[in-house]
């Protein structure tokens, strides 16, 4: 069965330093995708970034970039000069290629940057 | 281009009654997935439809239920309410030919 795993519950950064949130998967599938998700205290669910697993460069958005070993199922979102507004849940997700694309989500990991 | 859309904001129903949530997807899009996530909690997958039919279910009992039109609007409907039905409900869409969701901003339903 396809799997999420975030072992980070918590997490807090200084305004304007890098945080590193981590993320590992499962699938059995060769092509699939994945995504990091933010929700902020308003609960709207933001797409933050995502990842297609047969591009080799990592997807970068702005602040936003990911460290993505295919081999060891890992993915990890960086959030470089971290500001204030970047307090939120962070949830990663996968969806293997194919009809079914349904989302297989994390737990999340709550992010607190302080001032 | 209008994001996805869900009403009410907020619903209060006392235990027994019945709760009826709605979403509009993105223009274009097919596909609208139900999240339920509870205060604190992940998000718990419910139901998916596309093209009007549905696609999968999650691990809810039957009373969680709901429908997709044919302009790809959909509507979840909560039967016979209970304490633990309180949570946030959010709706979202997926393209036919992509993989990433858009979310709206959920239904906060309160059981009383």
């Known amino acids: 069965a396809q799997t999420v795993t975030q072992s980070q519950p918590e997490m807090s950064v200084q305004e304007a330093e890098t945080v590193t949130l981590s993320c590992t998967y499962d699938?059995?599938?060769?092509?699939?995708?994945l995504f990091w998700y933010k929700q902020p205290p308003s609960r709207q669910m933001i797409l933050v970034i995502r990842?297609?697993?047969?591009k080799q460069q990592n997807a970068t958005e702005n602040r936003f970039s990911v460290n993505f070993q295919k081999a060891a199922k890992s993915f990890s979102l960086k959030i470089s000069d971290s500001q204030l507004g970047d307090t939120a849940m962070y949830f990663c997700?996968?969806?293997?290629?194919?009809?079914?694309?349904?989302?297989?989500w994390g737990l999340g990991t709550s992010l607190a940057v302080n001032p | 281009e209008a994001g996805v859309t869900q009403s009410p904001t907020h619903l209060i129903k006392t235990r027994g009654q019945q709760a009826t949530l709605r979403c509009s997807p993105i223009s274009g899009h097919t596909s609208v997935y139900w999240y339920q996530q509870a205060l604190g909690l992940g998000l718990q997958f419910l139901l998916w439809y596309d093209e009007g039919e549905e696609r999968n279910r999650g691990n809810f009992p039957p009373r969680f239920s709901g429908r997709q039109f044919p302009n790809y609007s959909s509507e979840l409907n909560v039967n016979a309410l209970e304490l633990e039905d309180s949570a946030l409900y959010l709706c979202?869409?997926?393209?036919?030919?992509?993989?990433?969701?858009?979310f709206g901003p959920g239904t906060r339903l309160t059981v009383t």
């Open positions: 997700a996968s969806a293997n290629a194919g009809n079914n694309r349904k989302l297989i």
């Open positions: 699938t059995s599938e060769s092509n699939y995708y």
């Open positions: 979202a869409s997926r393209p036919g030919t992509g993989y990433e969701q858009y």
């Open positions: 990842q297609e697993a047969y």
